[in-house]
C-alpha cells in the first residue's frame, strides 16, 4: 500500500515536471526556486497525501527543474516587453554615474492635485523619488487637503522630515483644472495647481513640471505661460512605446496633442523627436520614421505624400522612410512621427494590449486540475507582463516644443508611475534638452 502511494506521487510530480518542460517558453512563472518548492510539494500532497521522507528529495529535483525552466522563459519572454522601471523595481541603481557625479539638486514643481488619484499617489512617488534621485520637490495644492490626506495614510511625518530638510516645498493653489474641463479653462483659473506649476517654472524657480491631471490643460498653461520654441508651430507629445529590445523603446509622436495636422507640422515632430532620442534616450544616431499604410514613398494620402518629401530631404537626421503599424514596436526605428488623432488611437491600442494578452493566456489554460496549478503559477507574472506594456506604467511622456520642461502623467498613475516620470525630468535637465532644442531654432528650415 505504502509503495501504491509512493508510485502515484512520483508520477504526480514527474508529470507537474513534464508539464512546465512543455510550457517553458510561457512560464517565467515563478518568483524563486523556494516558492517553487512549495508549491510543487503541496501540489504532490494534494495528489497522493503526505509526502514521505523518500519524495521530498524528487520535490527538491522538482524544483530545480522548475527554476531551470523559469530562467529559460524569462530568457525568451524578456525581449518580448519593455519595461522602464525594471532597474528601479530591483532595487538597482537607478541613476547613471554620470548623473549621480552631478551633486547639485535640482528643483521640480509638481502638480499636486492633477490626477484620478491626487494627492496621495502623487506625493508618495514625490517622497519617494527624493529619497532616490539628486532632486527635490515644489509640490502645489491645497496645502490643508494635502495635509490632512499625508495625515490619513501615514505620510504625514515623512513630508515634515523632508520639508525640515528643505528638499520639499508646500506651494498653495486653488482647485485643478478638471478632467472634464475645457483646456481654455487656465486662462480664467490663474490659481489652479497647473497655472501655480507653470509659473514656477517661468519664474526659473522650478526646471521642470509635471502633472498627472488635464494634458489638454497642461498643453494650455505651458503654451500660455512660458511660450512655444522659435519655430515651432505647434508642441507635441512624445510617448514611449515598447519594442522587442527592452533597453531600447520607440518614441511616438504626436499622440494627442494636434488631432489636424499640416506636413510642416510632422516635420518639426521629427525634429524634436530626434533631439529628445539623442538627449534623453542616449542614441547617437536616432532612425526617424512616418508613420504610413506602407513602405513605398508613393503610399499614404495628402499629408504622409507631402510630410515624406520634407522628411526625405532634411539632412539633419537619419530618415529609415515609411514605417507601418506592424513595425512600430519592432525597434527598427527609433523615432516614429504621426499625425495627433492617429498617435492617439496608436497609444490607447496599445494600453489595451496588456489585458487582452492576459485574458487569452488565461483561456488557454488547461482545464481541471493542471488549469489550478498552472494558474496559480502564471498569475504573479502575467499581471507583470501586463504591466509592462501597460504605457500607465511608464511614468509620463514630454510635451516637446514649448519653451520648458514639461512631463504630462498618465491620469490613472500611482507613486511608480510619478517616481518613474519625476526621473525621466531629472534626465531632460541633466541632459540640457532644452539648450539643444532652442538650437533647432537655427535651422533654414525654421527661420523660414
Not at 521530498?56 to 530568457?75: L, R, Y
Not at 499636486?112 to 515644489?138: H, Q, T, W, Y
Request: aromatic residues 6%; positive net charge.
Amino acid at each position: 500500500m505504502e509503495k501504491d502511494s509512493y508510485n502515484k506521487k512520483s508520477r504526480a510530480i514527474r508529470r507537474l515536471v513534464i508539464w512546465y518542460k512543455r510550457n517553458s517558453a510561457v512560464t517565467s512563472i515563478v518568483d524563486t526556486a523556494a516558492n517553487s518548492a512549495v508549491t510543487a510539494s503541496n501540489v504532490a500532497g494534494n495528489v497522493a497525501g503526505n509526502v514521505v521522507s523518500s519524495a521530498e528529495s524528487v520535490v527538491n529535483t522538482a524544483s530545480s527543474v522548475v527554476s531551470n525552466a523559469s530562467s529559460i522563459a524569462k530568457n525568451t519572454l524578456q525581449p518580448l516587453v519593455f519595461d522602464p522601471l525594471k532597474r528601479l523595481q530591483n532595487n538597482d541603481n537607478f541613476i547613471t554615474k554620470k548623473e549621480a557625479s552631478n551633486s547639485e539638486r535640482i528643483w521640480i514643481a509638481v502638480d499636486g492635485m492633477g490626477g484620478d488619484f491626487a494627492p496621495v499617489p502623487i506625493l508618495e512617488g514625490c517622497l519617494d523619488a527624493i529619497s532616490r534621485f539628486p532632486i527635490n520637490i515644489k509640490f502645489v495644492g491645497k496645502i490643508e487637503k494635502v495635509r490632512y490626506e499625508a495625515e490619513k495614510v501615514g505620510l504625514i511625518d515623512l513630508l515634515e522630515k523632508e520639508i525640515d530638510n528643505n528638499r520639499l516645498e508646500l506651494i498653495d493653489s486653488g482647485d485643478p483644472i478638471g478632467m472634464n474641463e475645457e483646456a481654455t479653462a487656465v486662462r480664467k483659473r490663474k490659481d489652479a495647481s497647473i497655472n501655480v506649476a507653470m509659473d514656477l517654472v517661468k519664474t526659473n524657480k522650478a526646471k521642470a513640471v509635471y502633472s498627472a491631471g488635464n494634458s489638454g490643460a497642461l498643453m494650455a498653461s505651458a503654451i500660455f505661460r512660458i511660450g512655444r520654441l522659435k519655430g515651432i508651430e505647434r508642441p507635441a507629445i512624445g510617448a514611449l512605446f515598447p519594442t522587442r529590445d527592452q533597453t531600447r523603446p520607440v518614441l511616438v509622436l504626436d499622440v494627442g496633442a494636434n488631432t489636424d495636422c499640416k506636413p510642416s507640422y510632422l516635420h518639426q515632430f521629427a525634429l524634436l523627436g530626434n533631439v529628445y532620442a539623442k538627449d534623453v534616450l542616449q542614441i547617437e544616431k536616432p532612425r526617424i520614421g512616418l508613420l504610413n499604410i506602407g513602405e513605398e514613398d508613393c503610399k499614404g494620402n495628402d499629408l504622409t505624400l507631402k510630410t515624406f518629401e520634407l522628411l526625405f530631404n532634411e539632412k539633419s537626421f537619419d530618415f529609415g522612410g515609411n514605417c507601418e503599424g506592424r513595425d512600430v514596436l519592432s525597434g527598427e526605428f527609433d523615432v516614429v512621427v504621426c499625425d495627433g488623432f492617429t498617435g492617439n488611437v496608436l497609444l490607447k491600442f496599445l494600453e489595451s494590449v496588456g489585458g487582452v494578452l492576459l485574458d487569452i493566456l488565461r483561456s488557454e489554460l488547461p482545464r481541471g486540475r493542471r488549469g489550478k496549478v498552472g494558474s496559480a503559477f502564471l498569475k504573479s507574472n502575467l499581471l507583470r507582463i501586463k504591466k509592462r506594456l501597460d504605457h500607465a506604467e511608464h511614468g509620463g511622456a514630454l510635451l516637446l516644443g514649448v519653451n520648458g520642461i514639461c512631463v504630462i502623467g498618465h491620469g490613472s498613475s500611482k507613486s511608480l508611475s510619478v517616481v518613474s516620470a519625476l526621473r525621466l525630468a531629472h534626465s531632460a535637465v541633466n541632459h540640457n534638452v532644452m539648450k539643444n532644442l532652442n538650437e533647432l531654432q537655427n535651422l533654414q528650415v525654421l527661420k523660414s
